[in-house]
Protein backbone atom coordinates (compact mmCIF):
# COMPACT_ATOMS: atom_id res chain seq x y z
CA UNK A 1 0.00 0.00 0.00
CA UNK A 2 1.37 3.19 -1.37
CA UNK A 3 1.41 6.41 0.18
CA UNK A 4 -0.28 8.38 -2.62
CA UNK A 5 -3.37 5.22 -2.12
CA UNK A 6 -4.70 7.11 0.97
CA UNK A 7 -4.67 10.69 -1.08
CA UNK A 8 -8.12 11.85 -0.84
CA UNK A 9 -9.44 8.72 1.06
CA UNK A 10 -11.22 8.25 4.57
CA UNK A 11 -11.58 5.36 6.58
CA UNK A 12 -14.81 2.81 5.09
CA UNK A 13 -18.17 3.26 7.22
CA UNK A 14 -17.68 0.77 9.81
CA UNK A 15 -13.96 2.72 11.10
CA UNK A 16 -15.63 5.83 10.70
CA UNK A 17 -18.61 4.73 13.00
CA UNK A 18 -16.37 3.62 15.56
CA UNK A 19 -14.52 7.07 15.29
CA UNK A 20 -17.06 9.24 15.57
CA UNK A 21 -18.73 6.88 18.47
CA UNK A 22 -15.17 7.20 20.39
CA UNK A 23 -14.80 10.95 19.78
CA UNK A 24 -18.51 11.26 21.53
CA UNK A 25 -17.42 9.64 24.09
CA UNK A 26 -15.40 12.37 25.23
CA UNK A 27 -12.39 12.30 27.64
CA UNK A 28 -8.61 13.41 27.22
CA UNK A 29 -6.30 12.27 24.69
CA UNK A 30 -3.69 9.85 26.33
CA UNK A 31 -1.03 12.11 26.51
CA UNK A 32 -2.84 14.62 28.49
CA UNK A 33 -5.02 12.25 30.71
CA UNK A 34 -3.98 10.61 33.83
CA UNK A 35 -2.74 7.24 33.87
CA UNK A 36 -5.59 5.82 36.00
CA UNK A 37 -8.25 7.53 33.44
CA UNK A 38 -6.09 6.26 30.47
CA UNK A 39 -6.20 2.59 32.28
CA UNK A 40 -9.79 2.28 32.84
CA UNK A 41 -10.70 3.85 29.69
CA UNK A 42 -9.61 1.17 27.85
CA UNK A 43 -12.47 -0.96 29.31
CA UNK A 44 -14.56 1.24 26.93
CA UNK A 45 -13.23 -1.33 24.36
CA UNK A 46 -14.91 -4.14 25.37
CA UNK A 47 -18.19 -3.54 23.40
CA UNK A 48 -16.28 -3.57 20.29
CA UNK A 49 -14.58 -6.97 20.83
CA UNK A 50 -17.95 -9.10 21.03
CA UNK A 51 -18.92 -12.08 22.56
CA UNK A 52 -16.31 -14.61 24.23
CA UNK A 53 -14.99 -17.29 21.41
CA UNK A 54 -16.19 -20.93 23.64
CA UNK A 55 -12.37 -22.95 24.71
CA UNK A 56 -12.29 -25.82 25.35
CA UNK A 57 -9.67 -24.53 28.60
CA UNK A 58 -8.35 -21.61 29.87
CA UNK A 59 -6.02 -21.92 32.33
CA UNK A 60 -4.53 -18.69 34.63
CA UNK A 61 -0.66 -19.24 35.88
CA UNK A 62 1.91 -17.18 37.53
CA UNK A 63 5.31 -17.67 36.14
CA UNK A 64 8.68 -16.29 37.28
CA UNK A 65 9.97 -13.14 35.26
CA UNK A 66 12.96 -10.82 36.20
CA UNK A 67 11.56 -8.50 38.39
CA UNK A 68 8.31 -10.04 39.75
CA UNK A 69 6.05 -12.98 39.12
CA UNK A 70 3.88 -12.06 36.27
CA UNK A 71 0.09 -13.54 35.23
CA UNK A 72 -0.10 -15.61 31.78
CA UNK A 73 -3.79 -17.04 30.43
CA UNK A 74 -3.65 -20.02 28.78
CA UNK A 75 -5.88 -20.60 26.13
CA UNK A 76 -7.13 -23.64 24.49
CA UNK A 77 -9.66 -23.51 21.73
CA UNK A 78 -12.06 -26.33 20.63
CA UNK A 79 -9.72 -27.62 17.49
CA UNK A 80 -6.76 -28.20 19.71
CA UNK A 81 -9.33 -30.21 21.92
CA UNK A 82 -10.55 -32.39 18.92
CA UNK A 83 -6.63 -33.65 18.17
CA UNK A 84 -5.36 -33.64 21.62
CA UNK A 85 -3.42 -36.31 21.22
CA UNK A 86 -1.03 -34.48 18.95
CA UNK A 87 0.96 -31.45 20.25
CA UNK A 88 -0.45 -27.96 19.44
CA UNK A 89 0.91 -25.11 17.77
CA UNK A 90 0.91 -21.70 20.22
CA UNK A 91 1.20 -18.11 20.03
CA UNK A 92 2.89 -16.59 22.60
CA UNK A 93 0.56 -13.33 23.01
CA UNK A 94 1.73 -9.86 24.28
CA UNK A 95 -1.04 -7.29 23.99
CA UNK A 96 -1.04 -3.84 22.52
CA UNK A 97 -1.80 -0.57 25.03
CA UNK A 98 1.03 1.60 24.53
CA UNK A 99 2.99 -0.32 27.00
CA UNK A 100 1.22 2.31 29.16
CA UNK A 101 -2.04 0.34 29.33
CA UNK A 102 -4.24 -3.06 29.10
CA UNK A 103 -3.96 -5.75 30.68
CA UNK A 104 -4.82 -9.66 29.62
CA UNK A 105 -8.33 -9.27 31.09
CA UNK A 106 -9.32 -6.36 28.66
CA UNK A 107 -7.30 -8.11 25.65
CA UNK A 108 -9.17 -11.60 26.82
CA UNK A 109 -11.66 -11.16 23.68
CA UNK A 110 -8.65 -10.91 21.11
CA UNK A 111 -6.85 -13.23 22.36
CA UNK A 112 -9.95 -15.89 22.52
CA UNK A 113 -10.66 -15.00 18.76
CA UNK A 114 -7.18 -15.68 18.28
CA UNK A 115 -7.02 -18.82 19.49
CA UNK A 116 -10.30 -20.02 17.73
CA UNK A 117 -9.42 -18.60 14.61
CA UNK A 118 -5.97 -20.04 14.15
CA UNK A 119 -6.32 -23.79 16.25
CA UNK A 120 -3.19 -22.27 17.84
CA UNK A 121 -2.66 -22.43 21.91
CA UNK A 122 -2.23 -18.55 22.93
CA UNK A 123 -0.80 -17.69 25.97
CA UNK A 124 -0.88 -14.54 26.82
CA UNK A 125 1.89 -12.50 29.09
CA UNK A 126 0.96 -9.93 31.35
CA UNK A 127 3.85 -8.08 31.37
CA UNK A 128 4.59 -4.92 33.44
CA UNK A 129 3.81 -1.78 32.27
CA UNK A 130 5.50 1.69 31.80
CA UNK A 131 6.13 4.43 33.25
CA UNK A 132 6.10 2.47 36.64
CA UNK A 133 8.15 -0.40 34.72
CA UNK A 134 10.10 1.12 31.76
CA UNK A 135 12.45 -0.81 29.11
CA UNK A 136 13.92 -3.60 29.95
CA UNK A 137 11.27 -4.93 32.27
CA UNK A 138 8.46 -5.05 29.70
CA UNK A 139 10.60 -6.96 27.20
CA UNK A 140 12.20 -9.20 29.97
CA UNK A 141 8.21 -9.91 30.74
CA UNK A 142 7.89 -11.17 27.71
CA UNK A 143 11.12 -13.30 26.84
CA UNK A 144 9.91 -14.65 30.08
CA UNK A 145 6.66 -15.62 28.77
CA UNK A 146 7.73 -17.03 25.81
CA UNK A 147 10.46 -18.69 27.67
CA UNK A 148 8.69 -20.44 29.78
CA UNK A 149 6.60 -21.87 26.92
CA UNK A 150 9.46 -23.31 25.33
CA UNK A 151 10.02 -24.55 28.90
CA UNK A 152 6.75 -26.29 29.50
CA UNK A 153 5.79 -27.33 25.57
CA UNK A 154 4.80 -30.78 26.71
CA UNK A 155 2.85 -30.07 30.09
CA UNK A 156 0.97 -27.34 27.91
CA UNK A 157 0.51 -30.06 25.10
CA UNK A 158 2.32 -27.63 22.58
CA UNK A 159 4.27 -28.34 19.72
CA UNK A 160 7.89 -26.82 20.62
CA UNK A 161 9.27 -26.69 16.97
CA UNK A 162 5.70 -24.29 16.49
CA UNK A 163 5.63 -22.09 19.06
CA UNK A 164 5.55 -18.34 18.28
CA UNK A 165 5.16 -15.01 19.03
CA UNK A 166 2.45 -12.16 18.46
CA UNK A 167 1.50 -8.38 19.71
CA UNK A 168 -0.68 -5.81 18.18
CA UNK A 169 0.85 -2.20 18.23
CA UNK A 170 3.03 -1.80 21.71
CA UNK A 171 2.60 -5.90 21.89
CA UNK A 172 4.21 -6.11 18.12
CA UNK A 173 7.32 -4.20 18.88
CA UNK A 174 7.59 -6.34 21.89
CA UNK A 175 7.19 -9.61 19.64
CA UNK A 176 9.37 -8.47 17.27
CA UNK A 177 12.17 -7.54 20.05
CA UNK A 178 12.09 -11.11 21.63
CA UNK A 179 12.52 -12.54 18.01
CA UNK A 180 15.75 -10.16 18.15
CA UNK A 181 16.86 -10.54 21.67
CA UNK A 182 16.85 -14.46 21.09
CA UNK A 183 18.59 -14.18 17.87
CA UNK A 184 21.11 -12.09 19.64
CA UNK A 185 21.43 -14.39 22.91
CA UNK A 186 21.94 -17.20 20.95
CA UNK A 187 18.74 -19.00 21.93
CA UNK A 188 16.25 -20.71 20.15
CA UNK A 189 14.21 -18.20 18.10
CA UNK A 190 10.08 -18.30 18.17
CA UNK A 191 8.84 -19.90 14.93
CA UNK A 192 6.69 -17.25 13.74
CA UNK A 193 6.00 -13.58 14.34
CA UNK A 194 2.94 -12.26 14.06
CA UNK A 195 2.97 -8.68 14.28
CA UNK A 196 -0.33 -6.28 14.31
CA UNK A 197 0.35 -2.62 13.22
CA UNK A 198 3.22 -2.58 15.13
CA UNK A 199 5.30 0.25 16.75
CA UNK A 200 8.90 0.00 15.20
CA UNK A 201 10.66 2.98 15.17
CA UNK A 202 10.44 5.82 17.92
CA UNK A 203 10.95 8.89 15.63
CA UNK A 204 7.72 8.40 13.93
CA UNK A 205 8.94 10.27 10.96
CA UNK A 206 6.81 9.12 8.42
CA UNK A 207 4.11 9.83 5.78
CA UNK A 208 1.42 7.83 7.80
CA UNK A 209 2.59 9.54 11.19
CA UNK A 210 1.89 13.21 9.80
CA UNK A 211 -1.42 12.27 7.55
CA UNK A 212 -3.16 10.26 10.27
CA UNK A 213 -1.47 12.27 13.07
CA UNK A 214 -4.99 12.95 14.69
CA UNK A 215 -8.28 11.79 14.01
CA UNK A 216 -8.05 8.52 13.33
CA UNK A 217 -7.90 6.65 16.69
CA UNK A 218 -4.33 6.44 18.00
CA UNK A 219 -2.69 10.09 17.66
CA UNK A 220 0.74 10.82 17.09
CA UNK A 221 0.62 12.68 20.14
CA UNK A 222 -0.26 10.06 21.74
CA UNK A 223 2.27 7.53 20.07
CA UNK A 224 5.30 10.00 21.10
CA UNK A 225 4.11 10.36 24.68
CA UNK A 226 3.92 6.59 25.18
CA UNK A 227 7.53 5.79 23.79
CA UNK A 228 8.51 8.31 26.21
CA UNK A 229 6.54 6.56 29.34
CA UNK A 230 8.10 3.55 27.63
CA UNK A 231 11.69 4.71 27.20
CA UNK A 232 12.16 7.77 29.40
CA UNK A 233 15.53 7.96 28.51
CA UNK A 234 16.34 9.38 25.19
CA UNK A 235 19.97 7.27 24.50
CA UNK A 236 17.92 4.24 24.73
CA UNK A 237 15.68 4.56 22.02
CA UNK A 238 17.61 3.83 18.87
CA UNK A 239 18.68 0.46 20.51
CA UNK A 240 16.88 -2.56 18.79
CA UNK A 241 15.58 -3.71 21.24
CA UNK A 242 13.74 -0.99 21.43
CA UNK A 243 12.99 -0.04 17.87
CA UNK A 244 13.39 -3.41 15.88
CA UNK A 245 13.78 -1.54 12.10
CA UNK A 246 16.86 0.51 13.56
CA UNK A 247 18.90 -3.04 14.18
CA UNK A 248 21.72 -2.99 11.33
CA UNK A 249 20.62 -6.62 10.22
CA UNK A 250 17.44 -8.67 10.56
CA UNK A 251 18.75 -11.73 8.54
CA UNK A 252 17.75 -15.23 9.99
CA UNK A 253 14.92 -13.72 12.19
CA UNK A 254 11.73 -16.02 12.10
CA UNK A 255 8.87 -15.74 9.44
CA UNK A 256 6.77 -12.88 9.96
CA UNK A 257 3.36 -11.83 9.49
CA UNK A 258 2.80 -8.53 9.17
CA UNK A 259 -0.69 -6.88 9.58
CA UNK A 260 -1.18 -3.21 8.14
CA UNK A 261 -3.92 -1.00 8.74
CA UNK A 262 -4.54 1.82 6.26
CA UNK A 263 -5.61 5.10 8.49
CA UNK A 264 -2.77 4.21 10.82
CA UNK A 265 -0.09 6.48 12.22
CA UNK A 266 2.18 2.96 12.15
CA UNK A 267 1.40 2.47 8.84
CA UNK A 268 4.75 3.18 7.05
CA UNK A 269 6.87 1.98 9.63
CA UNK A 270 5.27 -1.44 9.59
CA UNK A 271 5.41 -1.63 5.84
CA UNK A 272 9.16 -0.76 6.39
CA UNK A 273 10.14 -3.35 8.82
CA UNK A 274 8.36 -5.71 6.13
CA UNK A 275 10.61 -4.75 3.25
CA UNK A 276 13.59 -4.69 5.41
CA UNK A 277 12.75 -8.06 7.00
CA UNK A 278 11.99 -9.57 3.18
CA UNK A 279 15.08 -7.72 2.05
CA UNK A 280 17.21 -9.71 4.76
CA UNK A 281 15.94 -13.21 3.66
CA UNK A 282 13.19 -13.45 6.04
CA UNK A 283 9.85 -15.17 4.04
CA UNK A 284 7.16 -12.00 5.06
CA UNK A 285 3.64 -12.51 4.47
CA UNK A 286 2.09 -8.62 4.40
CA UNK A 287 -1.76 -8.41 5.50
CA UNK A 288 -2.62 -5.03 4.21
CA UNK A 289 -6.56 -3.90 5.57
CA UNK A 290 -7.45 -0.36 3.32
CA UNK A 291 -9.71 1.77 4.85
CA UNK A 292 -9.49 0.97 8.64
CA UNK A 293 -8.02 1.74 11.90
CA UNK A 294 -5.30 0.94 14.15
CA UNK A 295 -6.48 -1.38 16.79
CA UNK A 296 -8.92 -3.00 14.89
CA UNK A 297 -8.14 -6.44 15.89
CA UNK A 298 -10.29 -5.46 19.19
CA UNK A 299 -13.23 -4.36 17.06
CA UNK A 300 -14.85 -7.90 15.88
CA UNK A 301 -18.04 -6.70 17.58
CA UNK A 302 -17.88 -3.14 14.84
CA UNK A 303 -15.39 -3.98 11.93
CA UNK A 304 -15.54 -6.69 9.72
CA UNK A 305 -11.94 -6.63 8.62
CA UNK A 306 -11.46 -8.43 12.18
CA UNK A 307 -12.87 -11.72 11.43
CA UNK A 308 -10.96 -11.15 7.95
CA UNK A 309 -7.62 -10.86 9.24
CA UNK A 310 -7.83 -13.38 11.62
CA UNK A 311 -8.98 -15.82 8.65
CA UNK A 312 -6.03 -14.28 6.96
CA UNK A 313 -3.52 -15.08 9.75
CA UNK A 314 -4.53 -18.15 10.28
CA UNK A 315 -4.11 -19.00 6.33
CA UNK A 316 -0.48 -17.85 6.55
CA UNK A 317 0.45 -19.96 9.97
CA UNK A 318 -0.55 -23.14 8.06
CA UNK A 319 1.68 -21.77 5.32
CA UNK A 320 4.51 -21.25 7.52
CA UNK A 321 4.18 -24.01 9.95
CA UNK A 322 2.65 -26.98 7.01
Given at each position: MSHKSSQGRRPDAQATEVLVQRAA?????MHLASLPASRAAQWEWLPYMGDL???????????AAPTAEIPVRVYRPLKAATAADEAQPALV???GGCWVVGNIDISE???????AATGCVVIAVNYQKAPEHPFPVPLDDCLAGYEWVRANA????????????VGDSAGGNLAAAVCLAARE??????????????AVDHALQTASARDFAEGYGLSTADMRWSWEQYVPDAALRDDPLVSPLRAPSLALLPPAVVVIAEFDVLRDEGLRYADRLEADGVR???????????????????VDQ????????????????G
Open positions: AGGLPAPMAQVDNRFIAFHRPHRDLATDLGVDPERIGVRGEPMPAVQVLLYPVARLTYDGTIHGFWWMANACHQMLDDVSVELTAIW
